[in-house]
T-cell receptor
């Protein structure tokens, strides 16, 4: 079945460590996104990519990095520079041709906890 | 400033009852508005999309309304079920470049 797969589901990190969250999609979507979700707040955009080998900073990119070497994959690295990384991270994708409808397809999320 | 505000923040209802969730937005220009359902610990799933010309749209027991003049939308849930317990997120597309602006969500708990 087509969809978006995020891994790991749960991740624990010690302060000062970098961690990478995986996001893979087989929907043949051009655009992929990373959002951060904190209690009581709306989803906030970290990074997005419209095509392979190109990505743009979102509203809260500091302390994060991404790559888009393949259409199917958009991994997110949470670096030690991110001061408050404990959150629920959501990866999403959508077809560029349907951009005006705003429909995003989300993965199941990754919960990162800093010890 | 482009904003989406949802109310109430949380809601508890008994199984079988109806409820209505509200979404007010100040996004301009407006493209469309979408309601998502997010089960705890899962990713959001789209319920319905409303464009400028649409007033009402139904998806099973979910009915969304849009008043583009007052910039308000509502999501009405009929004959609630335990499986309706989730967060409901209002997302408005617009504000230039079809940016997506997310509301903080309403957390609904349906009790037996």
């Amino acid at each position: 079945d087509g969809g978006i797969t995020q891994s790991p589901k749960y991740l624990f990190r010690k302060e000062g460590q970098n961690v990478t969250l995986s996001c893979e999609q087989n929907l043949n979507h051009d655009a992929m996104y990373w959002y951060r979700q904190d209690p009581g707040q709306g989803l906030r955009l970290i990074y997005y990519s419209q095509i392979v080998n190109d990505f743009q900073k979102g509203d809260i990119a500091e302390g994060y990095s991404v790559s888009r070497e393949k259409k199917e994959s958009f991994p997110l690295t949470v670096t030690s520079a991110q001061k408050n990384p404990t959150a629920f991270y959501l990866c999403a994708s959508r077809n560029r041709g349907r951009a005006n409808t705003g429909e995003l397809f989300f993965g199941e999320g990754s919960r990162l906890t800093v010890l | 400033k482009n904003q989406v505000e949802q109310s109430p923040q949380s809601l508890i209802i008994l199984e079988g009852k109806n409820c209505t969730l509200q979404c007010n937005y100040t996004v301009s220009p407006f493209s469309n508005l979408r309601w998502y359902k997010q089960d705890t610990g899962r990713g959001p799933v789209s319920l319905t999309i409303m464009t400028f010309s649409e007033n009402t749209k139904s998806n099973g027991r979910y009915t969304a309304t849009l008043d583009a003049d007052t910039k308000q939308s509502s999501l009405h849930i009929t004959a609630s079920q335990l499986s309706d317990s989730a967060s409901y997120i209002c997302v408005v597309s617009g504000g230039g470049y079809n940016k997506l602006i997310f509301g903080a969500g309403t957390r609904l708990a349906v009790h037996p």
